[in-house]
């Protein structure tokens, strides 16, 4: 069973940037694509940012492209969300998670305790 534990979050000001981690134990790593998503109060969780296995390709949500970076570290058990130009509306509890498919946005079943990202006006 894979574990995931995210850290990084924070409060910023709008425009500002932050850099999420999570690390993960308990399976094969690289045998996953991964992602981030996301949930704010009041509302869906959604998917942010995927990674394939290898870490060679990436695909975001419409909403945080051009500004958030996904990256992994397979050596290490690590992905990593850059986000940068922060915007309130990204004010969230953001999770990473697997994906079950590659350029897909479903979600796997291993929920961590997230990493709340507020963004200040």
């Known amino acids: 069973q894979v574990q995931l534990v995210e850290s990084g979050g924070g409060l910023v000001q709008t425009g500002g940037s932050l850099r999420l981690s999570c690390v993960a134990s308990?399976?094969?790593?690289?045998?996953?694509?991964m992602g981030w998503f996301r949930q704010a109060i009041g509302k869906e969780r959604e998917f942010v940012a995927g990674?394939?296995?290898?870490?060679?390709?990436?695909w975001y949500a419409d909403s945080v492209k051009g500004r958030f970076t996904i990256s992994r570290d397979n050596a290490k058990n690590m992905v990593y969300l850059q986000m940068n130009s922060l915007k309130p509306e990204d004010t969230a509890v953001y999770y990473c998670?697997?994906?079950?498919?590659?350029?897909?946005?479903?979600?796997?079943?291993?929920w961590g305790q997230g990493t709340q990202v507020t963004v200040s006006s």
């Open positions: 308990g399976g094969t790593f690289s045998s996953y694509p």
């Open positions: 998670n697997t994906v079950l498919y590659a350029f897909g946005y479903v979600p796997g079943d291993y």
């Open positions: 990674i394939v296995r290898s870490g060679g390709g990436t």
